[in-house]
Every structure is written in C-alpha cells, then in structure tokens.
C-alpha cells in the first residue's frame, strides 16, 4: 500500500476528531437551551446526555497527535513548512471565526465583553470570543509546541524512554489533577481561574497518549478490542459514579460543575478514547467501507467545530428556539441534527470553492 493511499484511509486519530467533533456539538445546543423553562422539567436525563459527550476535548488532542505523528513519520517537514500549512488549515479559520462571532454575534462573549480596542484584543486571543473558542486557544499551542513533541516522538522509539516519558507524564499530570481538585475546584477560583483551561499541560497526556497510540499501533488497537468489554463495563460504571456526583450536589444542575481534571472524568475519556480507538483498530481491520468516509469527514471536523456555534445561533433564530420552548426534545434533536449538517455542509462547501479556484 503506498504513501498516498495509506494517508486517503482514516486512522485512529480520524475517528477521534469525528466522534469529539459530533459530540461537542451536542454540547453546544445543550448549553443554549439549558436555561429554557421548558427544558428544565427534562435535566436531568439531558445531564446524563451532556455527560455522555464530556471526552471532546481530550479524544480531539489525542486524535491530532496520533494522526499527525502517522502522517509526518517517514517525512518530518521543516518547523516553517510545518507552520506554513497549519495556518491555512487551523490558524487562519480561527481567526475568521473569531472575527464573525466578535463582529456578529458580540452577545456570546464568555466571562466578560469588551469595551475598548485592548480588551476587544484580549477576547479575541484568548478563547472568550464563543463559548467553544476556549478549546482552539489551547489546541493551537500544539503547532507552537510541535518541534517539542517531535523530539518526543524521537525518543519515544526507544523501548525504555517510552516508559520513562509515560511515567513522567502520569505523575506530572496526578500532581496538576490533586492540586485542581483541593485548591481551585471546589473554591471561588473554580470559574475565576478559567485561563487554566487554556493551557496545553492541561490536556498534555493526551497528546503523549496519542502518539503511543502511533507508535504501538498494531499491538494496541488489537488489545482494546480484545479488552473493549471491560473497557465498556468500566465506561458504563464511571458514567454512572459521575451522575450520582453531579446530581447529589441538587438543582439547578449547572452544566458548568464539570470539569475534565476531575478524576472520574479522566477515567472516563480514556475509556472513551480507548473504545473509539477500538472501534477504528475493527474496521480497519475489515477494510470497512466508512474508512473513506471517516477520514473525509476528519479533514472538515476542525473547520466545522469552530463554525458550529454560529450556525446554531442562526437555526436558534430562525425558529430553534421556538420549538425548543414547546417540544424540548424534538426542539434539540432538531437544531443538534440542523448544526451538525450546516457545519460539515459548509466546510464541504468550502473546500469545493478552493479546490475550484486551484484548478483555473
């Protein structure tokens, strides 16, 4: 199998950008209609929904790496060629979007508005310009950071530095999480520190997960699905451990009480993440016929991530929100179902236009 060919089917890392894309989604047409009365007689089986789709960020770090390990591998580009083809791909359609929710929808600024040119700059690179920009904020660090995790991946190659690295990382990271946990969740500071969710350490195993996904590929993919029944028990038990710890603290349940350095949390998106990955070592395996599909709708998924709450604010408009305040559910499902489609449709869209434009 050639380069290119290999590089057209979808990877693991494919599958967790698609899976993390959709559900992330969810969460953004929750998040909206979380406050309606209507809604409100429906929480808590919408929580456990929201719950469900807590892994988005991580399993999109770990997919990134994985991939992005894969594909550079055998012709690691220079750190400009590098950075030269990330700024069309992630920084140039962040900073558009950005634009269009400071310019359109200024209403949907987090934490604070801006009120003169210097605070109107700080929203706009540190995330709070929509709800989901925090996440771009933190996963652009990655192109900064990359000549770093090259180096990494280098060493990583070597049997006994790998477990050095891992071992590491896993202390490093318990020592982040038990500082988070005793110190600023459960304080004041909890929604005045934010800007720690904007930094990549945070979220930094899951970079060095996905490229030990890379590196021991075939062993790994075949392990998780020989183990993906005890990996779906353990899912389906910290789902539960989380929903009885969320709904014990009463209502209104605040969408806003969880946190991905909570300890059931991790555990819980590296079940996902391990299950995801399962699932992709599976077709692959069989040569399943959505490989293609996968792997095309992955190169639209960040594109489509930052464009989603846009579109969603436009449905919510154009009668979303009506019908969420009648028929709380069939409004959702059907905004979800409206975002999900306007979003990858216009990234497709998109794409066709350029592709056009290279071609005259």
Known sequence: MNVKTTNEIADGGDYLKVFAC?????????????????????????????????FTAPAFICGILLTTMRTTAEHQPTYRHYLHNQWSALFFPTIC????????FPNLQQHEHFHDLLSWGWQFVNGNAA???????????????????????HKLMRRWTSGWI????????????????????????????????????????????GMLAWRGWPVIQYRLRRWSWGLGLLWGLVLLAQCGAWFAKGRPIQ???????????????LTVIGLVLALAGRQQARRSRFLPVIHRLAQ???????????????????????????HPIWGIALCYSLTWCWSFGFTALLERFKNWRRQR
């Open 22 to 54: 959709t559900a992330v989604m969810f969460q953004s047409v929750l998040s909206l209609a979380w406050s309606l009365p209507s809604v409100t007689a429906h929480q808590s089986g919408l929580a456990v929904l929201y719950l469900l789709t807590k």
């Open 97 to 104: 979007w950005t634009l269009a929710y400071l310019l359109v």
């Open 255 to 269: 969408l806003s009480q969880t946190s991905y350095y909570l300890p059931a949390t991790i555990v819980y998106v």
């Open 300 to 326: 639209y998924a960040y594109p489509s991530y930052l464009a989603n709450v846009f579109w969603l604010q436009i449905i919510w408009r154009l009668g979303g929100a009506t019908l969420t305040r009648f």
């Open 166 to 209: 891992l071992g590491i990382t896993g202390l490093g990271y318990a020592l982040w999480v038990g500082w988070y946990v005793v110190r600023v969740y459960p304080t004041s500071r909890y929604m005045s520190w934010y800007l720690l969710d904007r930094v990549f350490w945070g979220f930094w195993p899951y970079a060095i997960l």
């Open 131 to 153: 709800p989901h920009l925090w996440y771009n904020t933190m996963m652009l660090q990655i192109v900064i950071l990359m000549p770093v995790l090259w180096g990494i991946r």
